[in-house]
């Protein structure tokens, strides 16, 4: 029925034909029998309506099977490989929450098999809902290119080495930011990591001041490193005060 659809549209309208057939064919795929019924009954309704309309039409029920799709991989969340699929299905129509479900699933499993290419499909994912405004994809990204700047391979000459390293700390820097801007508190946490670990004087301050907002609200770590600066005075002047008053408040969590 879905190609025969397709068919009659075709020889009535060439760009009604388009979206009717396109419409038909999620039946192929659809994951749910009253998604199929709806889309087929949407693909007959287009070869009648004007294109304006079937426009909309087509995108109000994309969106829906888009939710639809998110909503099964969530339902399958306990399982990768089950959820992965819907994930990926909302992905690629844009929906952010999605992309980034599907990044997160890539980078789980880059962790133990094909490391490399799950982690640049992982990336991919991320870009793409960071893209949209996505926090956790902009922290994600964050922490890729801060372990790559951790990780720099010690077989290159110094100089490079250095570069690289250089590099890799100012993109963890640039997507943190962007995170912490919009108030994720880890990202603002790692924000005052990567500037303490690029170790430049003027980086010194900004990483007492992330570390210092990021402890205010509450952040355990972001109170033990604040307390371990004041306490070594390495990046900021020594003060057994401050120290104090920030290892009480770590003691005193629950």
Same mark, same amino acid.
């Given at each position: 029925?879905?190609?025969?659809?397709?068919?009659? &549209?075709?020889?009535?309208?060439?760009?009604?034909?388009?979206?009717?057939?396109?419409?038909? /064919?999620? #039946?192929?795929?659809?994951?749910?029998?009253?998604? /199929?019924? #709806? *889309?087929?009954?949407?693909?007959? %309704?287009?070869?009648?309506?004007?294109?304006? %309309?079937? %426009?909309?039409?087509?995108?109000?029920?994309?969106?829906?099977? *888009?939710?639809?799709?998110?909503?099964?991989?969530?339902?399958?969340?306990?399982?990768?490989?089950?959820?992965?699929?819907?994930?990926?299905?909302?992905?690629?129509?844009?929906?952010?929450?999605?992309?980034?479900?599907?990044?997160?699933?890539?980078?789980?499993?880059?962790?133990?098999?094909?490391?490399?290419? +799950?982690? /640049?499909?992982?990336?991919?994912?991320?870009?793409?809902? @960071?893209?949209?405004?996505?926090?956790?994809?902009?922290?994600?990204?964050?922490?890729?290119?801060? $372990?790559?700047?951790? +990780?720099?391979?010690?077989?290159?000459?110094?100089?490079?080495?250095?570069?690289?390293?250089?590099?890799?700390? *100012?993109?963890? %820097?640039?997507?943190? $930011? =962007?995170?912490?801007?919009?108030?994720? &508190?880890?990202?603002?946490?790692?924000?005052?990591?990567?500037?303490?670990?690029? +170790?430049?004087?003027?980086?010194?301050? !900004? @990483?007492? *001041?992330?570390? =210092?907002?990021? @402890?205010?609200?509450?952040?355990?770590?972001?109170?033990?490193?604040?307390?371990?600066?004041?306490?070594?005075?390495?990046?900021?002047?020594? +003060?057994?005060?401050? @120290?104090?008053? !920030?290892?009480?408040?770590?003691?005193?969590?629950?």
């Amino acid at each position: 029925h879905a190609v025969n659809s397709y068919a009659l &549209l075709s020889t009535r309208n060439e760009r009604l034909g388009y979206f009717g057939g396109t419409l038909a /064919s999620l #039946i192929v795929g659809g994951s749910l029998a009253s998604v /199929s019924i #709806i *889309t087929f009954k949407a693909a007959l %309704i287009v070869a009648v309506l004007p294109s304006a %309309i079937a %426009i909309v039409a087509y995108k109000i029920l994309l969106s829906y099977q *888009t939710e639809n799709d998110f909503q099964q991989g969530k339902k399958n969340d306990h399982h990768v490989g089950q959820s992965l699929p819907f994930f990926e299905k909302a992905a690629h129509r844009g929906h952010k929450e999605a992309q980034y479900q599907a990044g997160l699933r890539y980078l789980w499993q880059s962790w133990y098999v094909q490391r490399e290419q +799950n982690q /640049s499909i992982a990336n991919d994912y991320f870009q793409k809902a @960071a893209s949209q405004g996505h926090l956790d994809a902009l922290y994600e990204l964050g922490e890729y290119h801060s $372990k790559l700047a951790q +990780n720099i391979s010690s077989s290159s000459c110094l100089e490079d080495k250095s570069i690289q390293k250089k590099k890799e700390h *100012t993109e963890a %820097i640039r997507y943190f $930011k =962007q995170a912490a801007d919009k108030g994720h &508190l880890e990202a603002l946490y790692c924000l005052g990591r990567e500037y303490a670990r690029r +170790n430049e004087d003027e980086d010194k301050c !900004n @990483a007492i *001041t992330c570390y =210092q907002q990021a @402890a205010d609200r509450g952040h355990v770590f972001a109170q033990c490193f604040l307390a371990k600066h004041y306490d070594v005075g390495d990046i900021v002047e020594k +003060n057994t005060q401050k @120290a104090f008053e !920030n290892y009480l408040k770590v003691a005193d969590r629950d």
